[in-house]
């Protein structure tokens, strides 16, 4: 099945840095990438997917990059904020999952902390 | 608030015991998921079920079953619990195709 891993497991910034998270995934089928923020005690929430027909996706202060012969996609957050503090997952569909669209494998996670 | 509900919240038992947590999905979303989040797995899949039949299953152990019912809403059965079982149980739904999950707040299981 597909395997996901996800880089740095905690990072710290500045308020107004960029932070960059880095994700490999292991199935060459796979074909859709979700990124989703969870803050404390809430579920987890989409900001931004890529489709594997797509090199790159923006969304005001966020981005996410794929290299599809590599096998890693990236999540890119500029002019970060106090409020972007939270944790972050990427994800990969699992393309064995049929018509379960939502079968998704999740990276470990990364704790974002954007210092004021 | 992602229209998905969970009950209830926070759940403590103790090993051996059996609970059941419940899910509604959206408005209108046929499909239900599953995920455990622990500290060391992770949002780890458990089973998806959609307009009432199984779609497909994670790495669910035999003690853990689920069903969902004609008005969808879903439920989640955890038995002869261990200490291990504890964790964030998240229920999501979506609609067709490919696209957003929607998560619930979780139910927050400790086992002791």
């Known amino acids: 099945g597909e395997n996901v891993e996800q880089h740095p497991s905690t990072l710290s910034v500045q308020e107004g840095d960029s932070a960059v998270i880095k994700c490999t995934y292991s199935?060459?089928?796979?074909?859709?990438f979700p990124w989703y923020k969870q803050e404390l005690g809430k579920g987890p929430q989409l900001i931004i997917d890529?489709?594997?027909?797509?090199g790159e996706k923006k969304d005001q202060r966020i981005a996410v990059t794929l290299n599809k012969t590599a096998k890693h996609f990236s999540l890119h957050i500029t002019e970060t904020q106090p409020e972007d503090s939270a944790v972050y997952f990427c994800a990969a569909r699992d393309n064995a999952g049929g018509t379960s669209y939502g079968k998704l494998t999740f990276g470990q996670g990364t704790i974002l902390t954007v210092h004021p | 608030d992602s229209g998905v509900t969970q009950t209830p919240k926070h759940l403590i038992t103790a090993t051996g015991q059996r609970v059941t947590l419940r899910c509604s999905p959206r408005s209108g979303d046929l499909s239900v998921y599953w995920y455990q989040q622990s500290l060391d797995q992770g949002l780890q899949f458990l089973i998806h079920?959609?307009?009432?039949?199984?779609?497909a299953k994670g790495n669910i152990l035999e003690r853990f079953s689920a069903q969902q019912f004609p008005d969808l809403h879903s439920e989640l059965n955890l038995s002869s619990l261990e200490l291990g079982d504890s964790a964030l149980y998240f229920c999501a739904s979506n609609g067709q195709g490919i696209g957003e999950l929607f998560f619930g707040e979780g139910s927050r299981l400790t086992v002791l």
């Open positions: 079920y959609y307009n009432g039949e199984e779609r």
């Open positions: 199935d060459s089928a796979s074909n859709y």
């Open positions: 890529i489709r594997s027909n797509v």
